[in-house]
């Protein structure tokens, strides 16, 4: 596992020497674990002119990663002694010793008073902007992370059948949810990816909804969407529920645009599609069918170590798919006051020659009356 | 209640005047709630020079903030059309249309990336630091956020009760802390306040460990911590059992070690005593005892709509305790390999005259063997 740690931080060398940094320092949380492996809350990577170092401010529990010589393929540990330093700021003083004129790092991570900290650290060293480096590399994921995520789809859809096949009417959307995120556990999941949405009733299908003490009723709409985190790697699904003997005529004939919208999404993926195509083709059903506005800005997004990473399938996203990126398509609609339908998947794009995108999570899409 | 936002906001209004800043943007959340209410995630304030504006991507879900004229006491609410606008960028426009010649940010915020954004958008406005002008206001609780932080403490001992009563061998660490957050739900928890911690065995004492498959033994250590969060605002406990019918010397010895620490550490607590005596007068009790090697860099920590806020309580912290301030005191010894203790209580402080710091985590700190 450490040569693949090792080759990706290659990766990542080659790249900065080729826009001319001699160092650089990453910051962002799923970046160095991505780098790096499991390592300690707030460490950060440097990259450096003679060395790689995960300095950290504690030490970490577990192997491989401890105090001592190094590993030909892993960085050098440092463990900050005593309390408030920053890991950056030593990484920067350290990068400085070690000779390097210019560190690149993570603008969009680091605070304005972190950046100032380490300028001041290493005042001889031009700090240059690393920007989107690693989340680029990120975006195509390998055999073993989507097998991981692959699990993880499974956990969720597990959890998820489950709960369907318990008594809905009369919970509230909060032990609903807590519910699911007991079940992701138990069936081995590391936790859930995000904060389970249930929405209920006028609630069903608001964008960003937690959970509250609502209690589902007959006659509701119920949308649920929960993820489950294996291994550092996620996977989410979201489907749209009717509580009762059967839905009533305005439910179908939302639920079914958000359906084909959705399908139209899924179907649109496969390597070399514009980001935006994607996003466009959903919305265009939407807006075919009635239910043009107040859609949300975004369609899907990237998963992997983040529940929401890199690339983003909005209207103005630029960039196009490739093969082994995994995406969500998740379009939904919302009625204020009345409720509404979302329908969410997290697939993996695939040649057309190989079948087209895999679906990662199968929980039926049928609209269900429970 | 929005008479209380709009005081704060009239304090933090006369800070920056007396700093010389015409206007400020607040942008961390914790920050924003405070002065706020509850708002839509991303949203910030500006306060600006002509008037108050909260700057958000997405129309909230429930009253009183919508759109629409302002209540005289609110600030007026903007919402971002479309997709992936920043709304400190659009904040920053504002102030500059309105003629701000200066914007007092939070650098300890804003990335690098987000600040340079602000920067463009309003080339003509000089940017400075608000540093923690809001932190420093959410020091001193009044009595409302106290009684919120006193249910949340009461749920966090009802949950650890229950717990208690129940049979903990052969139970995952994993599996106990998803019960206690279920637990906190179910007794009106808004939620749990951090990812709830449970170590047994070798894992017991280690600071910031994270539940995992090791199942409770015998023999073991038991480390809990967790927190309620109720209305936002937080309240953390932590104790240490010992499981099987009696505890062996070594585990009586440095129990009674971290007790008489975090005892000295609690009646340290008053009005105008320094943040680093209380520090101090907990370490020394533990390296008197033979445990002063690795300790953690922080005795403790202030706590309300974050569970880790200001004061810190650390050998180098500057600033002294107010009344109606309320910290942890949570030291601890980890014995790699072996277990440890942590005992952990969230307390207001009060003047001697009414009696002392004001225990809010009431569950039993005596060595209990379940």
């Known amino acids: 596992m450490s040569e693949v740690y090792a080759a990706r931080r290659a990766r990542l060398h080659d790249q900065c020497t080729a826009a001319g940094s001699a160092a650089a320092l990453v910051s962002r949380p799923a970046n160095v674990r991505y780098l790096c492996g499991t390592v300690p809350s707030g460490a950060v990577l440097l990259l450096g002119p003679v060395q790689d170092v995960l300095v950290a401010a504690e030490v970490p529990a577990t192997p491989p990663l401890s105090p001592g010589p190094p590993r030909a393929d892993e960085p050098r540990l440092l463990v900050l002694p005593g309390a408030d330093g920053d890991p950056a700021v030593a990484a920067a003083d350290l990068a400085a010793v070690d000779g390097a004129e210019s560190l690149a790092v993570e603008e969009h991570d680091l605070t304005v008073a972190r950046h100032r900290a380490l300028g001041a650290a290493a005042p001889r060293v031009r700090l240059a902007d690393l920007g989107r480096a690693v989340e680029q590399l990120r975006l195509i994921k390998d055999d073993e992370e989507i097998s991981c995520m692959r699990i993880a789809g499974e956990l969720a859809d597990q959890a998820l059948g489950e709960l369907l096949e318990s008594i809905l009417v009369g919970r509230t959307e909060r032990h609903l949810a807590l519910e699911l995120e007991r079940r992701l556990v138990d069936h081995g999941a590391d936790g859930p990816a995000f904060p389970t949405v249930v929405a209920a009733g006028p609630n069903a299908g608001r964008p960003g909804h937690l959970p509250t003490d609502r209690r589902v009723e007959e006659g509701d709409f119920l949308t649920i969407c929960l993820g489950a985190d294996y291994r550092g790697y996620r996977c989410q699904v979201g489907r749209t529920f009717v509580i009762g003997p059967s839905p009533a005529d305005w439910q179908v004939e939302l639920y079914d645009a958000v359906f084909a919208a959705q399908r139209a999404g899924r179907e649109a993926l496969s390597p070399g599609r514009a980001y935006r195509d994607v996003d466009r083709v959903t919305r265009q059903v939407l807006a075919a069918a009635g239910f043009g506005d107040g859609l949300e800005p975004c369609t ?23 093969a082994c990126v995994p995406v969500t398509v998740e379009p939904g609609v919302h009625l204020p006051g009345r409720g509404g339908v979302r329908i969410d998947d997290t697939l993996v794009v695939r040649p057309e020659a190989d079948g087209g995108p895999e679906l990662l999570t199968i929980t039926t899409k049928e609209l269900l009356a429970l």
């Open 300 to 322: 899907g997004h990237g998963v992997g170590l983040e529940i929401d990473e890199d690339p983003r399938l909005t209207p103005s996203a630029m960039g196009k798919l490739d």
